[in-house]
């Protein structure tokens, strides 16, 4: 099973409107950290946003926030004001506690910022 | 400052080259990582380093050879690699402890091995 999962390959959004990137994610482990990056076409992965999983709040970084529902094992990542900037690939990812050092990646939604 | 230097930004290499990419971080972070990414997929870990010392192997073919001089730098060596190892080869390092296990990237080395 996979154990992050994007399901939305691409998605398109209006410049300076609010946009919703969708992560699922599956593990038996309490203790685990979600983790959102940005990566454009230059390469660069480049960390947005962390929630942790005993958390309270959803967390929040400037216009990214991560809306964290616990039960439904759901971390999607809202971006507001989208920018011409925002044109990416982003991932989401989780840091299980038994995982050692590693990080599971979704495979990616590619966010196109239309003017 | 967040920031983790990898050189070369691109390398063209034939399958008989030997080269070496290098990774740099100066935040005091003690594990870094070493990731494969192909074209629109995620990155796929290769190595981990933790306090200077190999903890991770992937079951990575042994063409590809990792070193941890110090602290503060990662080497990846490479030899006799084939065609399909062309990739984006990325960088990460983290503060080793801590909650939150922030990876970092660098903006990567895109090779193309002919």
């Known amino acids: 099973a996979q154990k992050i999962t994007q399901t939305q390959p691409g998605m398109f959004v209006q410049e300076k409107e609010a946009v919703t990137l969708d992560c699922t994610y599956d593990?038996?482990?309490?203790?685990?950290?979600l983790f959102w990056y940005k990566q454009p076409s230059s390469g660069e992965m480049i960390f947005l946003i962390y929630?942790?999983?005993?958390?309270?709040q959803n967390a929040t970084e400037g216009r990214y926030s991560l809306n964290f529902q616990k039960a439904r094992k759901s971390a999607n990542l809202v971006i507001s004001a989208s920018q011409l900037g925002d044109s990416a690939m982003y991932f989401c990812a989780m840091k299980e506690k038994g995982s050692g050092s590693r990080l599971t990646f979704g495979e990616g939604t590619q966010l196109t910022v239309n003017p | 400052d967040t920031e983790v230097t990898q050189t070369p930004k691109h390398l063209v290499m034939g399958m008989t080259n030997k080269k070496s990419l290098k990774c740099e971080q100066h935040?005091?972070?003690?594990?870094m990582y070493w990731y494969k990414q192909k074209a629109k997929k995620p990155p796929e870990l290769m190595f981990v380093y933790s306090y200077e010392k190999l903890s991770i192997n992937e079951s990575v073919p042994s063409r590809f050879s990792p070193e941890c001089p110090n602290s503060s730098l990662l080497n990846l060596h490479l030899h006799a690699l084939q065609p399909e190892d062309s990739a984006l080869y990325l960088c990460a390092s983290r503060f080793a402890g801590g909650a939150k296990n922030i990876q970092y990237f660098g903006a990567g080395t895109r090779l193309s091995v002919l």
């Open positions: 593990t038996s482990d309490p203790s685990y950290g």
């Open positions: 935040m005091g972070h003690r594990a």
């Open positions: 929630q942790g999983s005993y958390d309270q």
